[in-house]
C-alpha cells in the first residue's frame, strides 16, 4: 500500500510540483495550502507523514508541528519542515523543538525531499514493537510501544526527538554517547552536512526541564564530548 502523505504549503506552484513528482513515485498525496486546515486533515485522513512549509499566513509550519505532536490522536505523525527563508542554526533548533523530523531548506531537489520522505518513515517503522517491555528508572516509567512517559505517575509531555533521546539515553545508561552518534541516531544526520551540537544541547536542556530535579541531574554532560544518563 502507497504511504499518504499531507503536503502543506500556500505556494500553490510548488505545492502542485511535489504533488506529481511524489504521486509518481509511489506516494498517495493529499494536499491543502492552509495550516488550519491541515490540522483536520491530519486529524481526519490520518496521513503516514506530513511536509509543511514553515512560513504560510495564519498557522504557519512551527505551529502547525507543535500542535501535530502535541494531540494525542496525531501525535505519532512524523514532520518534515521545508523552508525557503527561515534555514539558519536558530531556525533549525526551533523546528526540532517544536517536535520535527526533519528539515529542508528551499530549494531542494525534489529526489532529495522523496529520500528524506522515505528515511523518516524507516525510523518510524523500525520503532519498538508492541510487546517490548517499559524502562523503569527510579521516579519514571518509560513505554517504547505507546511511546509515552511518566514521572512520579504523571505523564510528561515529551516531544518525539526528545522522547527518542531519553530512550537511547536510558537504554545506553551509564555510557557516554557523543554528539556525532546522538544527531546520527536520533535525528538521522548525515554528518557531512550537518553537524551542530546546539540541537542536542537544546533537547537536553529542555528534557531536564520535563524530568524535574532528580531526574535531571542524572543527565550529565561530558564536556568537549556529550551525555550519559547515570
Known amino acids: ?19 506529481i ?7 498517495s498525496v493529499i494536499f491543502t495550502d492552509n495550516g488550519s486546515e491541515a490540522l483536520l ?3 481526519d485522513s490520518k496521513p503516514d507523514l506530513i511536509v509543511t512549509d514553515a512560513e504560510m499566513p495564519g498557522l504557519d509550519g512551527f505551529e502547525l508541528c507543535r500542535s501535530i505532536k502535541t494531540t494525542r490522536a496525531t501525535a505519532g505523525i512524523p514532520v518534515i519542515i521545508i523552508s525557503g527563508k527561515k534555514v539558519r542554526d536558530i531556525d533549525l533548533v526551533s523546528g526540532y523543538d517544536k517536535g520535527a523530523d526533519d528539515y529542508l531548506a528551499k530549494p531542494f531537489a525534489f529526489p532529495v525531499l522523496a529520500a528524506k520522505i522515505n528515511a523518516v518513515l524507516r525510523r518510524y ?6 510487546g517490548q517491555d517499559k524502562i523503569k528508572e527510579e521516579g519514571l516509567e518509560l513505554n517504547p510501544a505507546a511511546r509515552t512517559v511518566k514521572i512520579a505517575g504523571r505523564p510528561a509531555a515529551l516531544t518525539r526527538k526528545e522522547f527518542d533521546l531519553l530512550t537511547l539515553l536510558i537504554e545506553k545508561k551509564g555510557r557516554v554517547l557523543s554528539v556525532p ?3 546520527e541516531t536520533v535525528w538521522g544526520y548525515d554528518l557531512g552536512t550537518y553537524n551542530n551540537p546546539r540541537t542536542v544541547e537544546t533537547h537536553i536542556s529542555s528534557l531536564r526541564k520535563k524530568l524535574g530535579v532528580k531526574l535531571a541531574a542524572r543527565l550529565v554532560t561530558v564536556t568537549g564530548y556529550g551525555y550519559r544518563f547515570e
Not at 499518504?4 to 510540483?17: H, M
Not at 513528482?21 to 506516494?27: A, G, I, V
Request: hydrophobic fraction near 40%; include cysteine.
Open 21 to 27: 513528482y511524489l504521486e509518481n513515485h509511489e506516494f
Open 1 to 19: 500500500m502507497h504511504k499518504k502523505i499531507l503536503l502543506v504549503d500556500d505556494d500553490r506552484k510548488l505545492l502542485d510540483v511535489m504533488r
Open 125 to 130: 517503522c523500525a520503532g519498538p514493537g508492541p
Open 181 to 183: 552518534y546522538l544527531l
Open 41 to 43: 486533515l491530519a486529524r
